[in-house]
T-cell receptor
Framework: GAVVSQHPSWVICKSGTSVKIECRSL??????MFWYRQFPKQSLMLMAT?????????EQGVEKDKFLINHASLTLSTLTVTSAHPEDSSFYIC????????FGSGTRLTVV | QKEVEQDPGPLSVPEGAIVSLNCTYSNSAFQYFMWYRQYSRKGPELLMY????GNKEDGRFTAQVDKSSKYISLFIRDSQPSDSATYLCALCRTSYDKVIFGPGTSLSVIP
C-alpha cells in the first residue's frame, strides 16, 4: 500500500528560528500533498494543499509567508515554519490522496 | 453550522461491546466517506473508505452511509482494549479533493 514517510517525528526549536518538515511518498508519485495541523484534543485542520510544480493553495486564515510549502518533486513535499513562535507549537501531519488518503506519522513541533 | 459534526465523547465501553460512532454533515456534495483511527501522537490510520450510500464491512468494522440523511456511522463489533483511540470521520467531494474531518470521538474499551 501507499506509504508516506514524514520527518522529523518531533522537533524543539527556539522562537524566531525556522523548521522544515518533510514528507516523502515511498512507493508512489504524489502530485498532491495535503498539510494539516492538529492541536491537542482537536481534529485535523487543513492548512494548505501542495501541488507538484505549482504554488500551494492555502486555506483561509493560514499565513502563506509563515508556512512555506514546496513540492519540488513527485515524491517530496516540505512545510517550513518560518520565524516560529510558541503559538505555532502543534502536531503537523501530511497526507497524500493515494490509498484512501495516506497520512504521514506526524511531526510534533514545540517552540520554546 | 459546522460542515461535519461528531460527538466528541469520551465514550467508554466494556470489552466485547458493540460500539456505534456517528457523524452528520451539511454539504450534499460529499461523495467519499472515510473513518480513521488515531492513537495519541500518531498520524490517522484509515479504517474504512466508502463511496456514496450503502454499507461496507471489513472484519469487525462496518461503515454505513445514508446520503439522504447526511449521516454516517461506524460500528465496531467485539470491541477490544486495543480499539481505544480517537475515531475521526472524514469526507470529501471527489476522490482527490481535500478532506474535511469531524472533530473525533474518543473511545475507551475497558478490559
Amino acid at each position: 500500500g501507499a506509504v508516506v514517510s514524514q520527518h522529523p517525528s518531533w522537533v524543539i526549536c527556539k522562537s524566531g528560528t525556522s523548521v522544515k518538515i518533510e514528507c516523502r511518498s515511498l512507493d508512489f508519485q504524489a502530485t498532491t500533498m495535503f498539510w494539516y495541523r492538529q492541536f491537542p484534543k482537536q481534529s485535523l485542520m487543513l492548512m494548505a494543499t501542495s501541488n507538484e510544480g505549482s504554488k500551494a493553495t492555502y486555506e483561509q486564515g493560514v499565513e502563506k509567508d509563515k508556512f512555506l510549502i514546496n513540492h519540488a518533486s513527485l515524491t517530496l513535499s516540505t512545510l517550513t515554519v518560518t520565524s516560529a513562535h510558541p503559538e505555532d507549537s502543534s502536531f503537523y501531519i501530511c497526507s497524500a490522496p493515494q490509498g484512501g488518503y495516506t497520512f504521514g506519522s506526524g511531526t510534533r513541533l514545540t517552540v520554546v | 453550522q459546522k460542515e461535519v459534526e461528531q460527538d466528541p465523547g469520551p465514550l467508554s465501553v466494556p470489552e466485547g461491546a458493540i460500539v456505534s460512532l456517528n457523524c452528520t454533515y451539511s454539504n450534499s456534495a460529499f461523495q467519499y466517506f472515510m473513518w480513521y483511527r488515531q492513537y495519541s501522537r500518531k498520524g490517522p490510520e484509515l479504517l474504512m473508505y466508502t463511496y456514496s450510500s450503502g454499507n461496507k464491512e471489513d472484519g469487525r468494522f462496518t461503515a454505513q452511509v445514508d446520503k439522504s440523511s447526511k449521516y454516517i456511522s461506524l460500528f465496531i463489533r467485539d470491541s477490544q482494549p486495543s480499539d481505544s483511540a480517537t475515531y475521526l470521520c472524514a469526507l470529501c467531494r471527489t476522490s482527490y479533493d481535500k478532506v474535511i474531518f469531524g472533530p473525533g470521538t474518543s473511545l475507551s474499551v475497558i478490559p
